[in-house]
Antibody
Framework: QITLEESGPTLVKPTQTLTLTCAFS??????????VGWIRQAPGKALEWLALIYWNDDKTYSPSLKTRLTITKDTSRNHVVLIMTNLEPVDTATYYCAHSFWGLLDSWGPGVSVTVSS | EVVMTQSPATLSVSPGERVTLSCRASQSVDRNLAWYRQRPGQAPRLLIY???TRATGIPARFSGSGSETDFTLTINSLQSEDFALYYCHQYLNWPYTFGQGSRLEIK
């Protein structure tokens, strides 16, 4: 059974850096096609892709956010980390990580709510 | 970027009815199209992938169809848990993109 769980701060000040961790179990990040993605959802808004890291360490980022995002993986510890710099109030959202197979998101974590406010 | 447009934005229906939701892509995504249901306060749950394949554990009242740019999700005999938000998602071309969502409300 695949499970994922996001963790990180719930309140961040503007201009600060956000570090989110996705801890997963039930799968390995080594088979071809497997990845972990990060998606966010601002209050009352639609889902927005942020970043995706693949089994071979290839990474892709949202074009509008790529200068602010870094995604890394620790295969031995079953963790994926997303770093977002220079946060603004518009970054207030629930952040989800999800298991990806060739881009299909088939299992999601419960999400972590992040508020950006001074 | 592939823009996904869902319709209608909101639909008011009664339990037991059948509904059809639409999703249109701004360019062909072949059959790399998924549907998700999101209940309030919960993460999205995969319903359909490959345009028409039900995910594990998804009941047969959910069906998907379409290819290239036009897709539909049909839900037969609506249950209480189906009154939620529905998103389509293309996973052919990066950046992968979601539609803006369709909300099913109880009439």
């Amino acid at each position: 059974q695949i499970t994922l769980e996001e963790s990180g701060p719930t309140l961040v000040k503007p201009t600060q850096t956000l570090t989110l961790t996705c801890a997963f179990s039930g799968f390995s990040l080594t088979p071809r096609g497997v990845g972990v993605g990060w998606i966010r959802q601002a209050p009352g808004k639609a889902l927005e892709w942020l970043a995706l890291i693949y089994w071979n360490d290839d990474k892709t980022y949202s074009p509008s956010l790529k200068t602010r995002l870094t995604i890394t993986k620790d295969t031995s510890r079953n963790h994926v980390v997303l770093i977002m710099t220079n946060l603004e109030p518009v970054d207030t959202a629930t952040y989800y990580c999800a298991h990806s197979f060739w881009g299909l998101l088939d299992s999601w974590g419960p999400g972590v709510s992040v508020t950006v406010s001074s | 970027e592939v823009v996904m447009t869902q319709s209608p934005a909101t639909l008011s229906v009664s339990p037991g009815e059948r509904v059809t939701l639409s999703c249109r892509a701004s360019q062909s995504v072949d059959r790399n199209l998924a549907w998700y249901r999101q209940r309030p306060g919960q993460a999205p749950r995969l319903l359909i992938y490959g345009a028409s394949t039900r995910a594990t554990g998804i009941p047969a009242r959910f069906s998907g169809s379409g290819s290239e740019t036009d897709f539909t999700l049909t839900i037969n005999s609506l249950q209480s848990e189906d009154f939620a938000l529905y998103y389509c998602h293309q996973y052919l071309n990066w950046p992968y993109t979601f539609g803006q969502g369709s909300r099913l409300e109880i009439k």
